[in-house]
């Protein structure tokens, strides 16, 4: 099964910065969105950010003005900067992407990487 790789995870301290990185592997190609959905012990996997092929992103209301999600020019690889990170920030953070095949019809797949585990400390 083909996933994404993941890297950047780790344990920071209330207030500081860690930055997120997602490469799609070459053999997934017409990737339409990338992002990033995290799940903290005993809670629901939820949406952090995402961002479409044409640059526009969007983020969750708990995340917004402290996370930047930006893409390469590839497009295959995003990258979650994180900043004034607080102890409920603490999750394991999984990456996303969309593929979209259109043949004899639209197809959509979805590619998940491994997960990477996030700390802060308070």
């Known amino acids: 099964q083909v996933q994404l790789v993941e890297s950047g995870g780790g344990l920071v301290q209330a207030g500081g910065s860690l930055r997120l990185s997602c490469a799609a592997p070459?053999?997934?190609?017409?990737?339409?969105?990338m992002g990033w959905d995290r799940q903290a012990p005993g809670r629901q996997r939820e949406p952090v950010a995402l961002?479409?092929?044409?640059?526009?992103?969007n983020y969750a209301d708990s995340v917004q003005g402290r996370f930047t999600l930006s893409r390469d020019n590839a497009e295959t690889t995003v990258y979650l900067q994180m900043t004034s990170l607080k102890p409920e920030d603490t999750a394991v953070y999984y990456c996303?992407?969309?593929?979209?095949?259109?043949?004899?019809?639209?197809?959509?797949?979805?590619?998940w990487g491994q997960g990477t585990q996030v700390t802060v400390s308070s």
């Open positions: 070459r053999t997934i190609f017409s990737i339409n969105t």
């Open positions: 996303n992407a969309e593929q979209v095949v259109v043949t004899t019809g639209v197809y959509e797949y979805e590619y």
């Open positions: 961002i479409t092929t044409g640059g526009t992103t």
